[in-house]
């Protein structure tokens, strides 16, 4: 067994040597002061001053010494570590404090700058329109009912009593989809929207309450008041003793809900296949209230100085309709209507011409703001 190494003197072993601890100390002192950013920082904390850096290899060396020797190496080497690591964190504080200060300059806010130069996207003010509408009568418990926009010709016609020879039928009217070989396919573009009717008794649980707002075509060229393309708002209801009185209260809730408390309405006697009777429905103009009637000094631009503005057609279920559509007329009766969109948005806005409505021109859009 050998002897302690008691004559063993630190000095020899040279990276204790205090001109080599002192050197280490000042190179990493150095590293530290000259790192620009932390990410610099990090690897010269890694370098001179991680568990391989120069001074912790020679802090291992001191496990060899003799015990006499111990405390002195100790204390050169513990006191450069110890300055070494200060050194980092007040650099660390120092760049943390640049960095933050960095960032709240190149991500400042001028609050003051003007706000989205971006015009918004808004919805089209006909389907605002059309939901507003939806929305009085679902506000009185009725659903929502949809149906194609390409649609059977027996939904469209047929079942809603329209003979083989009603007039609508021709190419005047109707849109027809040709079929795959140019012959007769059967399907038509809706020309408005009361297939709905039908669509909704074949798939409901009767009483049926619904409104179907929804895209109808028609070979109508486009001028101030009409378009090929428009939309209409169906109404059904068919349940026990359903009567024409309850189609004027639902009719006169929907005209003093869209433009005003108040408002007269009348019915004129019209003719549709499938309703019996038919009427269209007139409400009293909500500018004028028919003071501009017979006076050539008011004029009023709304009705034309009629009194009063036609606002779609109704009536009382035809009963074939709803043999067609499976349910028994001698038990349930009903009423439906059929209001055109367009037109309701035109009185209700004061739009003069159905080009403004489907041109796209995001001057006329924007007027009714970003509602949605
Ligand atoms: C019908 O379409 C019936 N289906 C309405 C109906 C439903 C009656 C249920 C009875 C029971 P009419 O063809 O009148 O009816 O059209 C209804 C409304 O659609 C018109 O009052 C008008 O506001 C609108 N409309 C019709 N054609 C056009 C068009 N080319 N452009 C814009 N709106 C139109």
């Given at each position: 067994?050998s ?23 000042e ?8 790192a ?25 060396e001191?496990g060899?010494l ?20 200060q ?7 120092a ?7 960095r960032?709240?300059?190149?991500e400042?806010v001028?609050?003051t ?9 808004a919805?089209h003010p ?10 009085v009568?679902?506000?009185?418990g009725f659903e929502i009912a949809?149906?194609?926009?390409v ?10 009593n329209?003979q083989p020879?009603?007039?609508?039928r ?21 020309t ?30 486009l001028?101030a008041?009409?378009?090929p393309?428009?939309h ?20 006169d809730?929907?005209?003093?809900s ?19 009777p038919?009427?269209?429905?007139d409400?009293e103009?909500f ?10 000094d008011?004029p ?5 100085s ?5 606002i ?26 059929g ?9 209700a806005?004061?739009?003069r011409?159905?080009?403004d409505m ?14 949605n």
């Amino acid at each position: 067994m050998s002897a302690p190494n008691n004559s063993f003197d630190p000095v020899e072993v040279t990276p204790l040597h205090p001109d080599e601890v002192a050197r280490m100390r000042e190179e990493a002192l150095a590293a530290i002061a000259a790192a620009q950013d932390l990410a610099e920082l990090k690897e010269v904390r890694l370098a001179h001053a991680g568990d391989r850096s120069p001074l912790a290899l020679a802090n291992r060396e001191i496990g060899a010494l003799p015990p006499a020797a111990k405390a002195e190496a100790g204390k050169r080497v513990g006191g450069a570590r110890r300055d070494v690591g200060q050194a980092v964190k007040e650099r660390q504080a120092a760049l943390e404090a640049e960095r933050d200060e960095r960032v709240l300059v190149e991500e400042r806010v001028d609050v003051t700058l003007p706000w989205d130069r971006t015009p918004r996207g808004a919805r089209h003010p006909l389907t605002t329109v059309a939901e507003r509408m939806a929305d009085v009568f679902v506000g009185m418990g009725f659903e929502i009912a949809e149906g194609p926009e390409v649609e059977a010709e027996w939904f469209n016609f047929d079942a809603l009593n329209f003979q083989p020879d009603h007039p609508a039928r021709t190419m005047q009217d109707t849109f027809f989809v040709e079929g795959p070989d140019g012959g007769d396919s059967g399907v038509v573009m809706r020309t408005h929207t009361s297939p709905v009717q039908v669509r909704a008794l074949l798939s409901r649980e009767l009483p049926v309450y619904v409104v179907a707002p929804g895209k109808t075509f028609r070979t109508d060229e486009l001028d101030a008041t009409h378009s090929p393309v428009f939309h209409q708002l169906e109404g059904l209801v068919v349940d026990k003793g359903i009567t024409m009185a309850h189609l004027r209260g639902a009719i006169d809730a929907f005209v003093g809900s869209m433009f005003g408390e108040g408002l007269r309405t009348r019915f004129r006697a019209s003719y549709f296949p499938f309703t019996e009777p038919s009427a269209e429905v007139d409400m009293e103009c909500f500018v004028c209230r028919g003071a501009s009637v017979g006076d050539p000094d008011n004029p009023c631009r709304t009705c034309s100085s009629e009194g009063w503005i036609e606002i779609g057609g109704c009536g009382v279920v035809n009963p074939r309709v709803l043999v067609a559509a499976g349910v028994d007329p001698e038990v349930y009766s009903g009423w439906a209507f059929g209001l055109g969109i367009e037109r309701t948005l035109m009185f209700a806005h004061g739009v003069r011409d159905m080009h403004d409505m489907v041109e796209g021109d995001i001057r006329f859009t924007s007027a009714f703001g970003s509602e949605n």
